[in-house]
């Protein structure tokens, strides 16, 4: 059974940080394509982050952009999102997703876990 599980998610103050986790059973996850999602009330899906399979080439939304790093390992068969100096306005419910290549509809993605909160309270 093909399966991602979020992890690592949780209250942190503004400034804080925080790791996430995609970890995959039942498929090879570097074989894909791995994005990050997040959904706050009432908003719809988008995406944060993705990292490819091909060249482990990294894409980041400009809300985000140098303050989350995603990064693979392969071992672990795990993906990650290392998030800093962390926002209210980073407050949602965060996704990952796996499908052949990057993209930032979430319409492309076959594979979902199934989300891991994270509040930053303003």
């Known amino acids: 059974q093909l399966q991602l599980v979020e992890s690592g998610g949780g209250l942190v103050q503004p400034g804080g940080s925080l790791r996430l986790s995609c970890a995959a059973s039942?498929?090879?996850?570097?074989?894909?394509?791995t994005g990050w999602f997040r959904q706050a009330p009432g908003k719809e899906r988008e995406g944060v982050s993705c990292?490819?399979?091909?060249?482990?080439?990294?894409y980041y939304a400009d809300s985000v952009k140098g303050r989350f790093t995603i990064s693979r390992d392969n071992a672990k068969n795990t993906v990650y999102l290392q998030m800093n100096s962390l926002k209210p306005e980073d407050t949602a419910v965060y996704y990952c997703?796996?499908?052949?290549?990057?993209?930032?509809?979430?319409?492309?993605?076959?594979?979902w876990g199934q989300g891991t909160q994270v509040t930053v309270p303003s």
């Open positions: 997703a796996a499908d052949s290549f990057c993209s930032w509809y979430s319409s492309e993605y076959d594979y």
């Open positions: 039942g498929f090879t996850l570097d074989y894909y394509a």
């Open positions: 990292i490819s399979s091909s060249d482990g080439s990294t």
